[in-house]
Structure formats: structure tokens, C-alpha cells
């Protein structure tokens, strides 16, 4: 049992418009921690996508977006293309832990 | 930019004790603005985070894992390390090795090493 909790998985059409949804809590994302969010692709590390909930590295298009309310945040990929199939996680600090914390990750397929 | 990179053992006997390094190019881990971290995952599975440390020593260990784990650094090598004890066939994960900024995401990983318990 993941402290984030995301959907397991997600599908869309190619050129369709996916959300991923990270809930979290009063010790996590509703204390005000960042959020951010990781691709990860078949047989392959992870990499970061967002930071800070909303920021995106350079690289990534501008097709990935996220944001974040209350005790929840949410990426966005609009324009979907076969090559964002993968599985996404979003992570958090929790001041009750200590610690990071990870979504337990949704597999999306482009179909 | 940085690159990191688990080596260990690949199979580990119940019981036994999990240990891996990983070796930090293109920076120094002394660095006063990194985290170095650890994450694994099981087979099929997702991340968990296992723990950090600061370049200063300060640890940051997962309630579940703490009474088993232990990362250490080594600043001459430029290596850290990380020590699990007592592993079950739960502890079968691949086992990246990160780098994480304060209040950042982890933005360098190792390619991931897979560790199998099994006699």
C-alpha cells in the first residue's frame, strides 16, 4: 500500500488527452511538498519528468504537464504519442516518514 | 553531468546481508547540495524508496527497512553504499542508486543492478 496513491493504469488514443492523479495527505502533498513526477520505460531507470509540481526539465516536451491542489496532484499529457507508453510514478516527502515517498505507479497504454 | 553506478553481488542468500556501491562520476559527493539515495523495485512492481544520505554522513532510512539497512559513504572513493540485512525473497528488486537535490526530484540514477535472494 503505496502513501501516494495513483490509479493503476490509464489509456488514450494517439493525439488524445491523458491525466494521471497522485493522492496524498496532510503529512505529504497537502503540507505543501513538492511533487514530481517520473517516466519510467520498459527495462529502463527511471526519469524525471516534473519537479517542483509544476516544472518541466529541458527535454521534456511541453506536451507533459502537471499540477497540484490540496492533497493531490495530477500530470497531464496532451497529444499522446505511441512513444509515452510507459509507467509513471509521482513522488513527495512525508513529514511523517521522514522520507520520500512514491506513487505506486500507472501503467499507461497508447492504444 | 552527474552519472552513477550500482556493482554487487546479483544473488544473496536468505539470511545473508545485501550490499551494494555505487560510484559517483562527473561530481563529487561531497557535494554539499546532493542527496544520495537509494530506491528499489521488485519485479513487476514500484519504487521504494530504501534511504539517503548527506555528504556530511546524516542518514535518512524508510520506518519499514531502518532496523535492516545502512548506506555509508565513502568520499575518497566517491562511492556510498548500501547494507540490508537478514533479506527474504522479498528483498528480490532491481536497486538503483540516485542523486537528489534539496527539495528536488531524484534527477541522476544508476542503470539499476537486479539482486535475487535465493539459496
Known amino acids: 500500500q503505496s502513501v501516494l496513491t495513483q490509479p493503476p493504469s490509464v489509456s488514450g488514443a494517439p493525439g488524445q488527452r491523458v491525466t494521471i492523479s497522485c493522492t496524498g495527505s496532510s503529512s505529504n502533498i497537502g503540507a505543501g511538498y513538492d511533487v514530481h513526477w517520473y517516466q519510467q520505460l520498459p527495462g529502463t531507470a527511471p526519469k524525471f519528468l516534473i519537479y517542483?509540481?509544476?516544472n518541466r526539465p529541458s527535454g521534456v516536451p511541453d506536451r507533459f504537464s502537471g499540477s497540484k491542489s490540496g492533497t493531490s496532484a495530477s500530470l497531464a499529457i496532451t497529444g499522446l504519442q505511441a512513444e509515452d507508453e510507459a509507467d509513471y510514478y509521482c513522488?513527495?516527502?512525508?513529514?511523517?516518514?521522514?522520507?520520500?515517498?512514491f506513487g505506486g505507479g500507472t501503467k499507461l497504454t497508447v492504444l | 553531468q552527474l552519472q552513477l553506478q550500482e556493482s554487487g553481488p546479483g544473488l544473496v542468500k536468505p539470511s545473508e546481508t545485501l550490499s551494494l556501491t555505487c560510484t559517483v562520476s562527473g561530481g563529487s559527493i561531497s557535494s554539499s547540495s546532493y542527496y544520495w539515495g537509494w530506491i528499489r523495485q521488485p519485479p513487476g512492481k514500484g519504487l521504494e524508496w530504501i534511504g539517503s544520505i548527506y555528504y556530511s554522513g546524516s542518514t535518512y532510512y524508510n520506518p519499514s527497512l531502518k532496523s535492516r539497512v545502512t548506506i555509508s559513504v565513502d568520499t575518497s572513493k566517491n562511492q556510498f553504499s548500501l547494507k540490508l540485512s537478514s533479506v527474504t525473497a522479498a528483498d528480490t528488486a532491481v536497486y538503483y542508486c540516485a542523486s537528489k537535490g534539496i527539495a528536488a526530484p531524484f534527477d541522476y540514477w544508476g542503470q539499476g543492478t537486479l539482486v535475487t535472494v535465493s539459496s
Open positions: 517542483g509540481n509544476t
Open positions: 513522488q513527495s516527502y512525508d513529514s511523517s516518514l521522514s522520507g520520500s515517498v
